[in-house]
């Protein structure tokens, strides 16, 4: 006995700890992408979004006025604070500088507590002459720099100076040395610690310029009608088939379970040419057409079985007392029916709202018409490819709708997905 | 006009039409065609009976005949003319394509896509569905690895570019090489396997679909039958492959087609990911990129796509008459 129960409790312990590690696989991609949607777009390419919580090594270019600069021989030299010589790096708060330099090349060429600078090294050419050429080295800020016997060609050096020279402590005070009249403010670049840099920055761009706006309403305006109407017709036509003695009724009912896996791809071309020839072409009333027309298999099947399962009882003691088809149906079934309405309801809506196919054909190829399906994968992934930040701000406005229906009707979906299966 | 204002309007003559159709042609059909007061009231009353279903179901007959059965005819019969639709040339876009190198790609990988996609998400679902069973959080789990059905295919593919990203900083895959002292790579041009980056897209979408249903099945299995065979000292696997996955066999083959014929419509993850570039090409995307520029061609591919799902339609409907009698 004891046995079986300690054999009880580690199967629960593997059964817990696969379940945890199967909802973090499923879970980790999304959260991925909410997390870079919120990220600032230079932190996001510096780190990877699972080490947004921590601060990131940022460069910043900070370009210091010469303010009492003064001079010793040919050298001038100027000093201050690197903070508080720029605003973007203050905003940042953080006071340590990790790495600087002078050169966009490499902007942590050296470390704090040294001088990095470029020296001008005097070389003699093989024929006698003399030539200058430029040489990055760093050095203890007390100490003196040091030149190579010869340089990158072998060429013997004679001599050096220092052409310009920085030397950075850790809290950003720096001092400048140059040689000859600081002219314009030298350009320093630092590396420095910022902390996690969460913000709407990205959402607020794809929104405002970036129309994504437009895309939104798009999507919504094919949508609601989309859903709406084929609910209503199906509902019809549910009854007539569920309710209702004709010849004919079984092969109706073969046929719509025939055409629920008709691939939608047959459609296109034939009916994008229909809607030419009548008028309607590439359009909002078109596409409406269209996803009633795809809906509607999927819309009289659910609702038929759920119709055939009301109570007989209710619906003959209403027909005995009198009551016509059409009231029994808009008194009595329809309102019985809600749970498989809501149910297709929310399939119409996420399939609707989810498409890629129906729209890119029915809808103009014009941007004013995009909805957001559109307008993520021909336009954004384009233009857009490398800016993850406005890549995953984009998709989350698409899918942040359909996540809230989902999670707030799930049972009725639960139920609408184990009527719709064929048993 | 706004599109919204035009929706609105939509909406409007939609849902009225609808209700004023149903309820004149109602009317019509009591009032004036068969008025029930006549001499002959009770044949005007069975004859009305007669005629109503039709009036029920008009107007989704006729949507569904328009938009889903004349295709089907309508797209074979283009599918024989060529590029302008005017010159007939019989099967002659059928032999084109069947010798073309890319739509042979297409159908290899389509036939890849067709055995795995529904071969995982039903065997993570059914698996997840057994573990979430006797579970306390077992509901919360479930709907979490239900939720990616709610986001669309080109949502889903984005979601999985910051997993897939050749640079360590943006995709998983390379931080965790990259973490290993391994070069970065593009999964999604490593030729081959590539199809198989794409198909864990729509495995992670659609597993929670597999989930709910065999859930579900799982559930209505008779107590009596799991007692037994604990009584007989069988161990939960034997309990789980021998006693509940037979019984629930006819669910887990309903899951399955579903998937697959899903499988053969999905075109947005290989458009959004690759583009159909890197050997990655199935026939819906193949589809695409003849659409708009060759209807001929296009069309054909479409018909190949309903050839392949005419054996799963056709025993959907069996399975449906079956059901009825």
């Known amino acids: ?423 | 006009m706004s599109p919204i204002l035009q929706g609105l309007i939509t909406i409007i003559i939609g849902v009225g039409g609808c209700v004023g159709y149903f309820f004149a042609s109602n009317w019509v059909l009591d009032k004036v065609i068969f008025p029930p007061r006549t001499d002959d009231h009770g044949r005007n009353i069975n004859r009305a009976t007669m005629v109503r279903p039709w009036l029920f179901l008009f107007p989704a007959m006729f949507a569904l005949g328009l938009y889903l059965v004349y295709p089907v005819v309508g797209s074979f019969w283009r599918s024989l003319f060529n590029r302008s639709g005017e010159e007939f040339i019989g099967l002659g876009n059928y032999t084109t394509m069947f010798a073309e190198e890319g739509f042979r790609t297409a159908v290899f990988n389509n036939i890849l896509w067709a055995i795995f996609v529904p071969a995982a998400a039903t065997f993570l679902g059914l698996l997840v569905a057994q573990l979430t069973d006797k579970l306390k959080w077992g509901n919360i789990a479930k709907s979490l690895i239900f939720m990616p059905m709610a986001i669309s295919f080109v949502g889903a593919s984005l979601i999985w570019k910051f997993v897939y990203a050749n640079d360590p900083d943006i995709g998983i895959i390379n931080a965790v090489r990259d973490v290993l002292g391994a070069d970065p790579i593009d999964p999604l041009q490593i030729p081959f396997w590539n199809n198989f980056f794409l198909m864990v897209i729509l495995v992670w979408i659609q597993t929670g679909f597999a989930m709910v249903i065999l859930s579900a099945a799982l559930r209505g299995i008779p107590e009596e039958t799991i007692e037994a065979a604990i009584i007989d000292g069988a161990n939960p696997f034997q309990i789980f492959f021998k006693i509940k996955v037979p019984q629930i066999m006819g669910t887990i083959v309903v899951v399955w087609t579903t998937i697959t014929i899903l499988v053969l419509k999905v075109f947005d993850i290989v458009y959004a990911m690759t583009g159909g570039n890197f050997d990655t090409e199935i026939l819906p995307s193949y589809m695409m990129d003849y659409m708009f520029r060759d209807d001929g061609r296009a069309t054909a591919v479409a018909f190949v796509i309903m050839i392949i799902v005419l054996p799963v339609m056709v025993w959907n409907i069996r399975q449906a008459r079956k059901e009825m009698n």
């Open chain 1, 1 to 423: 006995m004891d046995q079986m129960a300690g054999q009880k409790t580690s199967l629960s312990i593997v059964t817990n700890i696969s379940v945890v590690a199967l909802v973090l696989i499923w879970l980790i991609p999304t959260i991925g992408l909410l997390v870079s949607s919120f990220r600032d777009r230079e932190q996001i390419s510096e780190t990877g979004w699972w080490a947004s919580m921590f601060p990131v090594e940022v460069a910043y270019r900070v370009s210091p006025e010469p303010e009492g600069v003064t001079q010793d021989g040919t050298l001038y030299t100027f000093s201050g604070n690197l903070f508080s010589a720029s605003d973007e790096v203050s905003a940042q708060g953080s006071g340590d500088v990790s790495a600087f330099g002078i050169t966009g090349r490499d902007p942590g060429a050296a470390t704090p507590g040294q001088t990095f600078g470029r020296l001008k090294l005097v070389v003699s050419e093989p024929d006698g002459t003399t030539d200058e050429e430029n040489y990055e080295t760093s050095w203890p800020a007390d100490g003196q720099p040091t030149a190579p016997e010869t340089d990158e060609d072998g060429r013997p050096v004679q001599d050096f100076y220092i052409d310009r020279a920085v030397t950075v402590a850790a809290n950003g005070d720096f001092t400048w040395v140059q040689d000859g009249e600081i002219g314009r403010a030298p350009t320093i670049y630092i590396i420095a610690a910022a902390p996690p840099d969460f913000g709407l920055q990205n959402y607020e761009q794809i929104l405002t310029s970036d129309n994504m706006d437009r895309a939104f309403i798009n999507t919504l305006t094919v949508t609601i009608p989309a859903t709406i109407i084929p609910i209503l017709i199906a509902a019809f036509a549910a009854y007539a088939l569920a309710w209702m003695d004709f010849r004919g009724r079984g092969f109706l009912i073969a046929m719509v379970v025939g055409l629920l896996v008709v691939p939608l791809q047959l459609a296109l071309v034939p009916l994008l040419q229909l809607h030419n020839k009548v008028g309607i072409g590439q359009s909002f009333l078109g596409i409406w057409l269209a996803h009633t027309g795809f809906g509607l298999p999927l819309a009289i099947y659910l609702l038929r079985n759920y119709m055939v399962g009301l109570p007989r009882d209710i619906i003959e003691s209403a027909k005995v007392d009198g009551a016509t088809d059409f009231q029994v149906f808009t008194k009595i079934v329809l309102p019985l029916s809600f749970p498989a309405l809501a149910s297709f309801a929310i399939f119409q809506f996420l399939w609707t709202w989810n498409d890629l196919l129906v729209a890119k054909v029915f809808l103009p190829s014009n941007s004013e018409s995009w909805v957001m399906t559109v307008k993520i994968a021909d336009d954004l992934l384009g233009s857009r490819g490398g800016d993850w930040g406005i890549l995953a701000a984009a998709a989350f406005i698409s899918i942040a709708v359909p996540l809230i229906v989902f999670f707030a009707m799930q049972k009725y979906l639960v139920r609408g997905l184990l009527a719709g299966s064929v048993k």
